[in-house]
């Protein structure tokens, strides 16, 4: 698990410099030195529109040259331009660049403290909203509050859409992903109820977390196309927080228990395996504030990165930590199949816990790894294939773990000749050979 968490906090680094937000920011800019503030970063179509509200501006010079002082729109292209012309000496500001789109200089602020100004971004491209003081050499600070829209007109209706181009289609993503699982859950309960007979307790605890899937993703359906109608986050706030919370730790919790072996191989927890829960639940309750956090905070201050590294550091002991159980059962298993001669039977279930194992692994480095990566790689109007793609790893192994532990299929103490048995034991001794 090493290299994929290395590998992680790599791409992650990429993700922080596109990810691509979409609503109404407020920014406040107290007594600021820097040369460039990031404010935002959004996908624009052909009928992009940002909104720029300054207000309260204070500077801490007076009797500058304020032409290079303000706010600019640039592609991450046309960064690399300025960035080489500003080495070459071309230009001594970002601002007086021919790259970057100027919205607004402060020289013409005048007197005034505020100034509301609209900008049509009709060429198509994801851009970054920056503000640049080129008067650091003066020493001047910036005090303002910054409220930035960013938002596409929609082509017909001419509505305004504040998701990124790349995103506004995510409520559909969303809502059509919450029907898959409501169908799963409905087919689920119609299984229950056919092999009544045969069902473990986990069985149940299992549908309730296809249900919890099923409304988290009902609920970011919601939030977003509230975000995309309105701008601001969070339709259903509260309830949107309680099923990504109870979502999270009902998932990491059935993947310990499954891995345990729980009411399938035994009805009871050992007391190293109840450690793992008791390590894992508090740190998933730990990750969803930070995700909380991050979700309110937006990617451009210091809280969002601090909250950033501890989720990913604490996702990272959770899905190592569910691992254990498996591995646990997995050498109980093969040693229960070496001594209790019932070689088949045992060498049954230890193929679907190796089995479970690595679609574990599997599902956890697709969906934190391989989706991130995506993410940086693909165009900004495409940045919906990864939630498709992360969406669909996490369906396939929700299939997957729900097939393969079904309540009848887990009775592998039915029939088994001698032959078959026979079978097992020798292929239990090639078995030995293979290590974990
Ligand atoms: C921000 O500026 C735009 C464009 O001038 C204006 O239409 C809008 O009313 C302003 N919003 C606020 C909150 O001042």
Known sequence: MAIPAALRLAVLLGVVLSAAVAEIRFSEIRSDGRGIILLDEFGFTHRGRLELN???????????????????????DSWFNVRKQLEDGEITCALQSDSVRQVLTFDKLGQKTRYDTEYKQDDANQYALVFANCLQEQQLRVSMDVR???????????????????KTVLPRVYFLFSLIYFVLAGLWVYFLYKKRLTAFKIHFFMLAVLILKGLNLLCEAEDKSYIKRTGSAHGWDVLFYIFSFLKGISLFTLIVLIGTGWSFLKPYLQDKEKKVLMIVIPLQVVANIAQVVIDETGPFSQDWFTWKQVFLLVDVVCCCAVLFPIVWSIKNLREAARTDGKAAVNLMKLTLFRQYYIVVICYIYFTRVVVYALETITSYKYLWTSVV??????????????????????????????????????????????EL
């Open 54 to 76: 300054v207000s309260g501006v204070a500077l801490s010079k007076t009797g500058l040259d304020l032409a290079g002082v303000g706010f600019f729109l640039c592609t991450r």
């Open 148 to 166: 930035s829209a960013t938002y596409n007109l929609d082509g017909k209706s001419g509505r305004r859409d504040y998701l990124s181009a790349g």
């Open 389 to 434: 793609a992360a969406e669909l790893a996490t369906l396939a192994f929700y299939v997957f773990t729900g097939y393969k532990f079904r309540p009848e299929a887990h009775n592998p103490y039915f029939a088994i000749d001698d032959e078959e048995e026979e079978a097992a034991a020798e292929a239990l001794k090639l078995e030995d050979e293979f």
